[in-house]
Nanobody, 127 residues
Framework: QVQLVESGGGLVQAGASLRPSCAAS????????MGWFRQAPGKEREVVAA????????YYSNSMKGRVTISRDNAKNTIYLQMNSLKPEDTAVYYC????????????????????WGQGTQVTVSS
C-alpha cells in the first residue's frame, strides 16, 4: 500500500510560480509510474503531467505544456511539479497519483489507470 502526501500549493498572483511536491511511503518508489492531476470546481479531474519510473519519459497536457515540469527523485521518494506563469484558470486542487509501472517506458494519462492518490493540495491563482 502506497501513501501519497502532497504539499506546496498556495495562493499566488497570475504569473507566479509554484512547486508542489508529493512524498510517497509504503512501497518501493521506483516500482511506480507517477502522475499529477488537477480538478477545478464543477469540472472533471484532468491530467497535468505524467512520468515513468525513473523520470526519463514525461507527458504534459496541452493546457500546461511549456509552463510545467514534472520531475522525480527516487532517492527521496518524491515527485515535483514545477509550475510557472500561472494563470487564474490553473486554479484547482492538484493531486499526485501512483500505479505500478507496467514497463520501463510506461506513462499513464488516464485517472482510471492509477491506483493510489494523495489528498490533494489547493492551488489558487488570482488575477
Amino acid at each position: 500500500q502506497v501513501q501519497l502526501v502532497e504539499s506546496g500549493g498556495g495562493l499566488v498572483q497570475a504569473g507566479a510560480s509554484l512547486r508542489p511536491s508529493c512524498a510517497a511511503s509504503g512501497g518501493t518508489f521506483s516500482d511506480y509510474a507517477m502522475g499529477w492531476f488537477r480538478q477545478a470546481p464543477g469540472k472533471e479531474r484532468e491530467v497535468v503531467a505524467a512520468t515513468n519510473w525513473n523520470g526519463d519519459r514525461t507527458y504534459y497536457s496541452n493546457s500546461m505544456k511549456g509552463r510545467v515540469t514534472i520531475s522525480r527523485d527516487n532517492a527521496k521518494n518524491t515527485i515535483y511539479l514545477q509550475m510557472n506563469s500561472l494563470k487564474p484558470e490553473d486554479t484547482a486542487v492538484y493531486y499526485c497519483a501512483a500505479r505500478t509501472r507496467g514497463c520501463l517506458n510506461c506513462m499513464y494519462i488516464q485517472a482510471e489507470d492509477y491506483t493510489y492518490w494523495g489528498q490533494g493540495t489547493q492551488v489558487t491563482v488570482s488575477s
